[in-house]
Nanobody, 124 residues
């Protein structure tokens, strides 16, 4: 079982940057697809970005393309989400998640393991 722990959230102003981290307990972390999702109050959990196990391929939601970057350091069993040019609409709880196959990336139910989430609040 993979345990995931997110960190790095906080309260920032519009236009600022934040870097989220997702630390994994599993030494075979590099075999897992890693993704970030977010959930705002009253809304469904939505896909943000995903990266393959070796970090070669990435996929982003249209709403964050060009502003967010997903990357990972498998030597540290840690994944990251660099968020630049933050907007108030980016306010949400951000979750990291993992699974094996690089399919149905946008579907939360296909992910096997989840972290507890970290709050990101962007003020205008």
């Amino acid at each position: 079982q993979v345990q995931l722990v997110e960190s790095g959230g906080g309260l920032v102003q519009a236009g600022d940057s934040l870097r989220l981290s997702c630390a994994a307990s599993e030494r075979t972390f590099s075999t897992y697809v890693m993704a970030w999702f977010r959930q705002a109050p009253g809304k469904e959990r939505e896909f943000v970005a995903a990266i393959t196990g070796r970090g070669v391929t990435t996929n982003y939601a249209d709403s964050v393309k060009g502003r967010f970057t997903i990357f990972r350091d498998n030597n540290k069993n840690t994944g990251y989400l660099q968020m630049n040019s933050l907007k108030p609409e980016d306010t949400a709880v951000y979750y990291c998640a993992t699974k094996i196959p690089w399919v149905r990336l946008y579907t939360a139910a296909t992910y096997n393991y989840w972290g507890q989430g970290t709050q990101v609040t962007v003020s205008s």
